[in-house]
């Protein structure tokens, strides 16, 4: 499932669902088999993620998802909700204590050069979706935001484009740091998005060394990571100091862990033995239907859980 699905999905769940009455905004209980204790990783579910059991409004979500032991959310889609829903949303949050993970910063190019091109005005036009978005960060209490410098300029070697990437969050990083957020940058996998200059993880610690903030960092996305390049907690090891977020989902697939190749106990351990204690985003897919599907995922997180 491509990243430009989970924004459509969302948004139309949102506009779906408007905004939440009576009750929502309250915590609600839900009798489920399925209710545990807290999980020990930060895992963040999306919108749509179980709307078999509680349907399509967003504030009955994210109370489905505090009952069910998740301490975080992340949603690609939240920039472009209504602003009353956003603030809707960030209540139920912080009251149900539920961290706020990624959101997507600005409009992604998927076919066409951009900041690649060191042309001003996209330049001009990524960053005031950055100021943007300092706005939507600061209503919903988030810290990081997804960006994707975009496609390839096969006009011009990697090397000028790199630099003109670098420049762009330069520029992007001096309007995010005092306001202590952080831009995370996600290399893509060639098979799901080919033609993206941002692909490996050494490219994007390349990045975010010639940046040199802390308003610039990488979102380890395991899914693409394993097709583009594989080796993972090795490259989670070279790049462990650029790193400031994880996403996940299994190969092949894009389910839930458990269902494809990557060993996620593993890869979990890992990083928690390292001490990483940030958020961890399911932007998948479901491997089964239904209620069963949505209690079948949970299962699957409760057996990678670090203990």
């Known amino acids: 499932m491509k990243r430009r699905d989970f924004v459509k999905k969302g948004l139309a769940s949102a506009t779906a669902a408007g905004l939440a009455t009576g009750s929502s905004l309250a915590s609600t209980s839900h009798d489920s088999p399925m209710n545990k204790k807290?999980?020990?990783m930060k895992f963040a579910p999306h919108l749509g993620m179980f709307k078999h059991?509680?349907?399509d409004d967003p504030i009955d979500q994210l109370n489905f998802m505090a009952d069910q032991g998740f301490r975080a959310f992340e949603d690609n889609g939240m920039k472009d909700r209504?602003?009353?829903t956003q603030e809707a949303m960030a209540k139920t949050m912080a009251q149900r204590g539920l961290e706020m993970g990624v959101f997507v910063a600005h409009k992604i190019y998927w076919n066409e050069p951009t900041l690649t091109t060191g042309k001003e005005d996209a330049r001009a036009e990524f960053l005031q979706h950055i100021r943007d978005s300092v706005e939507v960060a600061k209503r919903v209490n988030a810290t990081w935001m997804t960006v994707?410098?975009?496609y390839v300029d096969l006009r011009q070697d990697m090397g000028y484009q790199t630099a003109?990437?670098?420049?762009?969050?330069?520029?992007?990083s001096a309007i995010l740091e005092p306001h202590g957020l952080t831009m995370v940058l996600e290399p893509l996998n060639f098979y799901n998005h080919p033609g993206l200059f941002l692909s490996k993880m050494a490219q994007g610690y390349e990045i975010c060394r010639a940046v040199d903030s802390p308003a610039c960092k990488i979102?380890?996305?395991l899914y693409h990571q394993q097709i583009t390049?594989?080796?993972?907690?090795?490259n989670i090891d070279a790049s462990w100091d650029e790193i400031a977020y994880f996403q996940i989902g299994d190969n092949p697939g894009r389910k839930e862990p458990t269902t494809g190749e990557i060993n996620y106990s593993n890869v979990f351990k890992h990083i928690h033995s390292k001490g990483y204690e940030g958020i961890l985003g399911m932007e998948h897919g479901i491997s089964g239907e239904g209620k069963a599907g949505e209690e079948r995922l949970i299962a699957a997180y409760r057996e990678v859980d670090v203990t």
């Open 82 to 84: 209504p602003v009353k």
């Open 229 to 234: 390049e594989g080796n993972l907690i090795p």
């Open 164 to 172: 003109h990437v670098v420049e762009s969050l330069r520029q992007a």
């Open 38 to 40: 807290a999980f020990t």
């Open 219 to 221: 979102l380890c996305d």
């Open 53 to 55: 059991h509680v349907g």
């Open 148 to 150: 994707v410098p975009g």
